[in-house]
């Protein structure tokens, strides 16, 4: 829920600051789709890492890629949480593949904030890594959750950028008072 606010916050802020609002640039049709999809599947993602955490169950599993030595664990209790919140992860990497795939063809904005994404979701999968096998220290957990609520702002981000492109703009109450008078 907290997650779900601050991005709220953020939104506003985005469309507050009117940065990405003036953009004349152009998006293919799919993109706000496509980037509101992205978005979701991080959001889940980080929904599995709460459930992981607050059932205790991090430390389920203490091996990778294995999970007590088995490749194909079971799905059910604290490893069960454990287990999918790594297959959610394997999706988001390549959900955020495909979103670096799509946006080559997109304005600056839209690329250079899929290639960040890239290279902050291979940080987190490092860092998730480093949570099983050194026992979830203080520092890398924080770290992990510090970088999950950033690759949802990057989500939020591209997904305001999407909506704001193609005269399509989210106007600010500024800029609506400035049309009107
Ligand atoms: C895109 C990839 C990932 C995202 C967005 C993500 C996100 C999260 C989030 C939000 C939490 C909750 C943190 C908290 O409430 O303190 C969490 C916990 C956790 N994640 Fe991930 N995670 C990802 C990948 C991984 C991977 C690949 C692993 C392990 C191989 C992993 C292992 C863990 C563990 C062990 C915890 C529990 C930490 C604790 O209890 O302090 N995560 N994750």
């Known amino acids: 829920m907290g997650t779900?606010?601050?991005?709220?916050?953020?939104w506003i802020s985005l469309t507050l600051r009117q940065e990405l609002a003036k953009s004349r640039d152009e998006v293919s049709a799919y993109?706000?789709?496509?980037?509101?999809?992205?978005?979701?599947?991080?959001?889940g993602q980080i929904l599995l890492g709460g459930l992981v955490a607050s059932n205790y169950a991090a430390l389920a599993c203490t091996d990778f890629p294995t999970c007590q030595g088995q490749w194909i664990p079971t799905l059910e209790g604290p490893v069960g949480l454990h287990v999918i919140?790594?297959?959610?992860?394997?999706t988001v990497v390549l959900v955020i593949l495909a979103n670096f795939l799509v946006m080559r063809n997109q304005p600056d904005l839209l690329r250079k904030n899929s290639k960040i994404m890239g290279m902050a979701v291979l940080l987190q999968i490092g860092l998730g890594i480093s949570n099983v096998?050194?026992?979830?220290?203080?520092?890398i957990a924080v770290l992990h959750l510090?970088?999950?609520i950033k690759l949802f702002f990057l989500a939020i981000k591209q997904t305001h950028f999407a909506k704001c492109a193609?005269?399509?703009?989210f106007r600010s109450p500024v800029v609506i008072r400035d049309a009107l008078s």
């Open 146 to 148: 510090a970088v999950a």
């Open 166 to 169: 193609n005269g399509l703009n």
């Open 85 to 90: 919140h790594r297959l959610g992860a394997y």
């Open 31 to 43: 993109i706000p789709g496509w980037t509101a999809f992205v978005g979701v599947v991080i959001y």
């Open 4 to 10: 779900a606010f601050f991005a709220v916050l953020f």
């Open 133 to 139: 096998l050194f026992y979830t220290p203080p520092l």
